[in-house]
């Protein structure tokens, strides 16, 4: 249990539409990440946030984009999906004062895009 | 731009026997940490070793030891006693010691560990 919780776990979307994917920070950690692993690969490094600015982003066009809350907690947002986006979704959340740079990640959310 | 290589998509143990996952990684920079994550069929990825670069003693947790090679850069998970918990795909992973990358890690593309009863 690494106090990193991702909502929804699993959802269907149509190419072309939205969507909003969401992470609950563990307690005290400052900075939260999202990786997207499609199926058989390695996550790769979507973004990451530190105090509600985008602080790192990976190779990823614009229309992934995200917020971060005063409470840590964070969202990931995917406009006109595509079916390439179909993939495992997962948040990671560290405190940046952690040089050693321990993160704990949650259990995903799985991305269908038909 | 920092690239992970684990070569062996899939390997098999006997329980209790020891298996050994293989890891190279491409980088120009000195200071980095590298990773083992466990990512068992519930998809939460769980930290089983890390290595900062500068130490060249290699990471030891329990069952689990690494062998750090930095000048090939090489790193490798042993693990030792092998149970069937220990199942899953297992990602090494790259985060450079810059400042301002705390949690952009570069993963390679896993292995499927199977343990055999």
């Known amino acids: 249990e690494t106090g990193v919780t991702q909502s929804p776990t699993h959802l269907i979307k149509t190419r072309g539409q939205q969507v909003t994917l969401r992470c609950s920070s563990q307690s005290g950690h400052n900075t939260v990440s999202w990786y997207q692993q499609a199926l058989g690969q390695g996550p790769q490094f979507i973004f990451q946030?530190?105090?509600?600015?985008?602080?790192g982003r990976g190779n990823f066009p614009p229309r992934f984009s995200g917020l971060q809350f005063p409470n840590y907690s964070s969202e990931l947002n995917v406009n006109a999906l595509e079916l390439d986006d179909s993939a495992l979704y997962l948040c990671a959340s560290s405190l940046r004062s952690d040089t050693g740079n321990t993160i704990y990640f949650g259990e995903g959310s799985w991305l269908t895009v038909v | 731009a920092q690239t992970v290589t684990q070569s062996q998509p899939e390997m098999s143990v006997q329980e209790a026997e020891t298996v050994t996952l293989s890891c190279t990684y491409d980088?120009?920079?000195?200071?980095?940490?590298l990773f083992w994550y466990k990512q068992p069929p519930s998809r939460q990825m769980i930290l089983v070793i890390r290595q900062e670069a500068y130490k060249q003693q290699n990471a030891t947790e329990n069952r689990f030891s690494v062998n750090f090679q930095k000048a090939a850069k090489s790193f490798s998970l042993k693990i030792s006693d092998s149970q069937l918990g220990d199942a899953a795909m297992y990602f090494c992973?790259?985060?450079?010691?810059?400042?301002?990358?705390?949690?952009?890690?570069?993963f390679g593309s896993g292995t499927k560990l199977n343990v055999k009863p």
């Open positions: 980088t120009s920079e000195s200071d980095y940490y």
């Open positions: 992973a790259y985060r450079s010691a810059f400042a301002g990358n705390f949690n952009k890690f570069y």
């Open positions: 946030y530190y105090r509600e600015e985008e602080n």
